[in-house]
């Protein structure tokens, strides 16, 4: 939203300057983004005349001026310099523009300096518009009457002092894209007092011939008022030049009187109005939903296709304007025009804002009534608007023609003083909280607020609150410490389930991996793969087609994310995601997960040959260190019941029981890694944050490191088994033998293949571990060694069949 200082003023009576105007504005709420000020330009450049203009002794086309100059203004005292003109008009006793030593030229860029020229100093510059950038004219300097005042500031002298201040309008903030209701914002503050606005009706001098009907089904959801009066006999013309002025100041183009004026009410009162050549209606003005089947050639020159249901406005032999959008060519004003039809409706929001996306149009119009315009104001501009034509243009009016009637917006709020210091934190008196109210247009009685019409988004006491503090300024809010509940240390404010997250992402990233932070949507295939994809998790409203399920899993964002690195050159990736997956709709159907993969190798190439895939082990190992930090059991099961996206022979479930999963690990399946596009072995594991037990009792403090000082005791055992044995069942059944003193069991070979079947059997394979004993109160003999390894053996056999390996 564009407006000029002077155009303000228009509505505010202030004697603020620009800088306070633009600190308060965005104070407000208006956020000011950018002020063009001429003065900061143009404000060197001051009336000069020329003493003397003689040929340059050197130089046919240059000119030896003696310039006398005001540096101080006309009040203070003259100086006489020298100045090298090549201008063919510059001439004894002619006034100008002149720029002293130092001034930068904005339409050269130079800043000027004392120079020779031909061998004649030169101080300065007598100007040309183009060097001014007030037109491309550079024919000669500019040539000011000779009563133009000495000394003045040429800005000041030519009316071009006037500041173009830009704001941004939020959504919510209609009333500020007129430049009164910034005014009024202004003149709440305290930045001066808001003029006010006399509406005169104007009479009318016979009935207008053209009439106005609005199709029954409109009237609520589309147009509630249209209104509009002829007149007849009117000149259309270029526009005045302060009104040219105006338009041009905020970058719209003048056009013609008519045209012009409507859009000087745009602009100004936030009143779009549009006028028809009323030659060109035939009958009178119907407001109807679209066919279909339509066409119009619109005022941008380009042909519209409206859709079944868009509003129209059209006279007996077609459509003229797309309604509260733009109007058409076919009745638009030229300067043959001498009956006009000026018209000022009330269209509702959605409607407009559904018809303006659909056929893609923007224009100044559109951009108001779908953010929602005044509609108590509808024919109250309608009549400042008819004057302004009879004073610019002349003409005679008619009655005013009108179908609907200005919808009901009246509501109010209560208004509770105290209830300001309690959201806001500010101490405002009351007196000055009713002020501020009434300031801004909101009629008090009593303890009910009636909001003005022209605030559709004051909708609670809430707002009423807002509105207060916004005036009273929020930059005077001091930060002030909480209440402490009680006192002394405070207590940990964290639950057990947000410190297992913390755990498990701390620890995952000391792994090396990465951390990502997808999207909780996926799309419906990916969310297919991984068991969800069904209605009860599809969005109503989905952002894009590939985002319109809740994800099930962590896993598919982070092969995505994969897929695209391996896209860009990564091959060997290292991710991981903490977070909420869902495996319904329902408020407690999600769960936790801490998700990671890796992609490739497990090293960069070097010459010792460490490099090597990704297998199963290493996203095992990963997952065991995310289950260890957050304080799940030391001991679990692993079996094979697994998900349909993980290698069935490569992968497993870690769980405390049948119906307990801690995490599932492996190989992801072949068909996956395709359906995301991903080369080379992918392995992953997935851990569910929320499913370990949580302590019985609360620790606060740890318990005592204990450590022996005798030498532990390593055995060596070898085990033939069945293959489909599993190492962990040994490791189990070993461990077993005796508790207190067995302090970890671990594999260190394993022989299998065709040679094991030709030294074993058929179907058999060999297993070795390593038992570390660890005494705690005496060093072990050989007999008691010998004890422990006879139930090692024992226990072995017994949960596994195997027998010792001769």
């Not at 100093?121 to 005042?149: T, Y």
């Not at 929001?349 to 315009?373: C, H, M, Q, W």
């Not at 260190?625 to 992968?651: N, T, Y």
């Amino acid at each position: 939203m564009k407006f000029t200082l002077s155009w303000l003023a228009d509505h505010l009576e202030t004697d603020a300057t620009l800088d306070q105007i633009t600190d308060a504005l965005t104070d407000l709420g208006l956020e000011v983004e950018d002020v063009s000020d001429p003065a900061a330009t143009l404000g060197a450049f001051r009336i000069a005349r020329v003493i003397e203009a003689v040929q340059h002794p050197d130089a046919d086309r240059l000119r030896l001026c003696r310039v006398e100059t005001w540096p101080d203004g006309p009040d203070g005292l003259s100086q006489e310099v020298q100045v090298v003109c090549g201008a063919p008009n510059a001439r004894t006793g002619m006034r100008g523009v002149f720029a002293p030593v130092g001034t930068h030229v904005p339409g050269t860029g130079v800043d000027l300096k004392p120079g020779v020229i031909r061998g004649q100093a030169s101080n300065g510059m007598l100007c040309s518009e183009r060097e001014l950038m007030l037109s491309d004219a550079h024919d000669g300097i500019i040539d000011l009457p000779d009563d133009a005042p000495l000394g003045q500031r040429y800005i000041d002298y030519a009316g071009l002092n006037d500041p173009v201040i830009d704001i941004a309008i939020t959504p919510n903030r209609p009333d500020a894209l007129g430049v009164r209701g910034i005014a009024r914002d202004l003149a709440a503050r305290g930045l001066g007092r808001l003029k006010p606005l006399v509406v005169t009706p104007v009479a009318g001098q016979f009935p207008s011939p053209v009439s106005v009907t609005i199709a029954p089904e409109l009237k609520e959801q589309g147009c509630p008022l249209f209104a509009g009066r002829v007149i007849r006999g009117v000149r259309n013309g270029p526009s005045p030049a302060w009104l040219q002025k105006r338009l041009r100041a905020i970058g719209l183009r003048p056009i013609s009187a008519l045209v012009d004026i409507t859009n000087f009410f745009t602009f100004d009162l936030n009143r779009p109005l549009h006028v028809f050549d009323a030659d060109k209606v035939q009958g009178g003005l119907r407001i109807h939903p679209a066919k279909g089947d339509e066409e119009i050639l619109a005022l941008d020159e380009k042909t519209y296709k409206p859709a079944a249901g868009h509003m129209l406005i059209s006279d007996d032999q077609g459509i003229e304007s797309i309604a509260g959008i733009m109007g058409g060519e076919h009745s638009g004003c030229t300067d043959d025009t001498v009956n006009v039809f000026l018209e000022s409706a009330y269209w509702t929001p959605i409607t407009i804002a559904a018809t303006g996306r659909a056929l893609k149009i923007n224009s100044d119009a559109r951009y108001r009534f779908e953010r929602g315009v005044d509609p108590a104001f509808t024919l109250d501009g309608l009549e400042l608007a008819t004057k302004m034509v009879l004073d610019l243009c002349g003409g005679t009016p008619s009655d005013i023609a009108l179908d609907g009637a200005v919808p009901d917006t009246d509501r109010a709020y209560r208004f509770d003083a105290a209830r300001v210091g309690s959201l806001v934190g500010m101490d405002i008196p009351e007196d000055v909280q009713r002020a501020t109210l009434t300031a801004l247009g909101f009629r008090l009685d009593g303890d009910q607020a009636f909001v003005p019409s022209w605030r559709p988004d004051i909708q609670g006491e809430a707002d009423l609150v807002e509105e207060i503090a916004r005036i009273a300024s929020l930059t005077k809010l001091q930060g002030k410490p909480l209440p402490r509940m009680q006192s002394g240390v405070p207590r940990p404010i964290l639950t057990p389930l947000q410190t297992r997250e913390r755990a498990a992402r701390r620890m995952l990233a000391g792994l090396g991996y990465n951390e990502c932070v997808t999207y909780s949507f996926i799309d419906g295939a990916a969310a297919a793969l991984f068991g969800g994809g069904g209605d009860d998790v599809r969005l109503e409203n989905p952002i894009s087609s590939e985002m319109t399920h809740m994800r099930p899993d962590l896993l598919p964002g982070l092969l995505q994310a994969a897929s695209r690195n391996q896209a860009r050159g990564a091959q060997d990736l290292a991710l991981f995601e903490v977070g909420p997956a869902f495996s319904g709709g329902e408020p407690g159907e999600q769960h936790i997960q801490a998700a990671g993969i890796l992609v490739g190798a497990t090293a960069p190439r070097d010459p010792f040959g460490t490099r090597r895939a990704v297998d199963l082990y290493d996203a095992k190992a990963d997952a065991e260190a995310v289950l260890s930090a957050i304080g799940a059991p030391v001991k679990f099961q692993i079996h094979r019941k697994l998900p349909d996206w993980f290698h069935p022979g490569r992968a497993g479930v870690i769980s405390l029981g049948p119906k307990l999963p801690l995490a599932v690990f492996g190989e992801l399946h072949p068909r996956v890694l395709k359906a995301f596009d991903i080369k080379g072995p992918v392995v992953g594991f997935s851990v569910f944050v929320e499913n370990p037990p949580l302590p019985k009792a609360r620790k606060t403090s740890r318990q005592a490191l204990n450590i022996s000082a005798l030498q532990p005791v390593d055995r060596d055992f070898a085990f033939v088994v069945a293959a489909d044995v599993e190492a962990l069942n040994v490791v189990n059944a070993a461990l077993g033998a005796d508790k207190a003193l067995i302090a970890g069991v671990q594999v260190f070979d394993e022989f299998t293949g065709p040679k094991a079947d030709a030294q074993l059997g058929a179907g058999l394979k060999s297993l070795a571990i390593t038992v570390r004993m660890q005494p705690s109160d005496k060093t072990l003999t050989e007999d008691e060694i010998e004890q422990v390894s006879r139930r090692i053996v024992e226990k072995v056999q017994k949960a596994t069949g195997g027998t010792l390996r001769a």
